[in-house]
């Protein structure tokens, strides 16, 4: 059975940084296009930035320069480094394909608060 396991969240004040990773346990996981998401209580889970197979990537447009999404094919592991942190992207933070979604794992939670 496929496994995401997030890792890395935790309380960091405003304009403080992180690095999440991704742990999935998928045996063809460099042949995917591999995201973050994030969700807010009570709104939409939302995509982030994605990573294509050949290291590609997009980003939210209010991410744009501050966040770094990147992949160890080897480790089959994501990671998502995020810089300049603001409270509103308060949230808990999710990997998964962009298709064809597997389970979703329990998240990361980020807590940007002074």
């Known amino acids: 059975q496929v496994q995401l396991v997030e890792s890395g969240g935790g309380l960091v004040q405003p304009g403080g940084s992180l690095r999440l990773s991704c742990a999935a346990s998928i045996s063809t996981f460099s042949l995917y296009i591999m995201g973050w998401y994030r969700q807010v209580p009570g709104k939409e889970r939302e995509l982030v930035a994605h990573i294509t197979a050949t290291s590609s990537t997009m980003y939210k447009d209010s991410v744009k320069g501050r966040f770094t999404i990147s992949r160890d094919n080897a480790k089959k592991t994501m990671y998502l480094h995020m810089n300049s942190l603001k409270p509103d992207e308060t949230a808990v933070y999710y990997c998964?394909?962009?298709?064809?979604?597997?389970?979703w794992g329990t998240g990361a939670l980020v807590n940007v608060s002074s």
């Open positions: 998964n394909r962009t298709t064809s979604l597997h389970p």
